[in-house]
């Protein structure tokens, strides 16, 4: 079973930026992968922000941007801002059709 | 503008069945792949299942198969879920989301469905 970690929680201040990450449980994250990221803020639908590795949805702020660092994805959110209080999640593509959601990341902005 | 609007959620007891709509508009709904993704209220985010454009192909979550089964109605802009054998762990926020490519595009509103006697 496939298990797609991300860390649990962040704290960020204001203007700081914070960088999230997303792993396999065996083996290394890579642009095959197809990585995508989600803001999600409570009662609300999940809001597409990064796909492809490293391409912002519509509308997205470049303050977010997407990468491959090491052997994870990354979302960095950089000049953290207090509306960017969300639950992040990844997502990775296993191929045949599948895709994991990975565990999600609480950010507060504080 | 996009749109994707679910119905079909409700109480259902343990055992029981229940079908999901998503009406879609606002883009060719049968030139795209289409999901349901579901959310276990204060938990995360689940895939369930996928359905290519045409309806040929189907995927399924391991913990659904052989319970769900998604499709799709090309002439009426309309997704489904049919779920059967319903469990207390399939209670969730069930989303409709648009698949452009190998992400989730737009996504509806959600529509909670509660397996409880």
């Known amino acids: 079973q496939t298990v797609v970690t991300q860390e649990p929680s962040f704290s960020v201040s204001p203007g700081e930026t914070v960088t999230l990450t997303c792993g396999l449980s065996s083996g290394s994250v890579s642009t095959s992968n197809y990585p995508s990221w989600y803001q999600q803020t409570p009662g609300q639908a999940p809001r597409t922000l990064i796909y492809t590795t490293n391409t912002r949805s519509s509308g997205v702020p470049d303050r977010f941007s997407g990468s491959i660092l090491g052997n994870k994805a990354a979302l960095t959110i950089t000049g953290a801002q207090a509306d960017d209080e969300s639950d992040y999640y990844c997502v990775l593509y296993m191929g045949s059709g599948i895709s994991v959601f990975g565990t999600g990341t609480k950010v507060t902005v504080l | 503008e996009v749109q994707l609007l679910e119905s079909g959620g409700g109480l259902v007891q343990p055992g029981g069945s229940l079908r999901l709509s998503c009406a879609a508009s606002g883009f060719t709904f049968s030139s795209y792949t289409m999901s349901w993704v579901r959310q276990v209220p204060g938990k995360g985010l689940e895939w369930v299942s996928g359905i290519s454009g045409s309806g040929g192909s189907t995927k399924y979550a391991d913990s659904v198969k052989g319970r769900f089964t998604i499709s799709r109605d090309n002439s009426k802009n309309t997704l489904y879920l049919q779920m059967n054998s319903l469990r207390a762990e399939d209670t969730a926020v069930y989303y409709c989301?648009?698949?452009?490519?190998?992400?989730?595009?737009?996504w509806g509103q959600g529509t909670l469905v509660t397996v409880s006697s």
């Open positions: 989301a648009e698949r452009p490519g190998y992400y989730f595009g737009y």
